[in-house]
């Protein structure tokens, strides 16, 4: 059962990875005229934070989720690497 979970992190790790990676290399691409294509992004979560005032302790909730085509393509390639390793 070990194994099982370090599995699953190990492809959290992964899909992390490719994730950011591929968002990098979306920005990088902006630039290039012919791929344009892979920095086409959405962008979704909370506009504006969620505060929780106790007035002792002050919370503030937020989460934005910015993915591009090209994270996207990340995030398969390192379910592909995953699988191979």
């Known amino acids: 059962m070990a194994t099982r979970e370090k599995n699953i992190w190990v492809l959290l790790?992964?899909?992390?990875?490719?994730?950011?990676?591929?968002?990098l290399l979306g920005k990088l691409a902006s630039n290039v005229p012919w791929l344009w294509w892979l920095s086409y992004e959405q962008e979704f979560g909370l506009e504006s934070p969620i505060v929780l005032?106790?007035?002792?302790?002050?919370?503030?909730?937020?989460?934005?989720?910015?993915?591009?085509?090209?994270?996207?393509?990340?995030?398969?390639?390192?379910?592909?690497?995953?699988?191979?390793?």
């Open 53 to 85: 005032d106790l007035s002792v302790l002050k919370l503030t909730f937020g989460l934005m989720i910015k993915i591009n085509v090209a994270s996207i393509i990340g995030m398969i390639l390192s379910i592909f690497i995953y699988k191979k390793v």
């Open 13 to 23: 790790v992964f899909l992390l990875a490719g994730l950011v990676v591929g968002g």
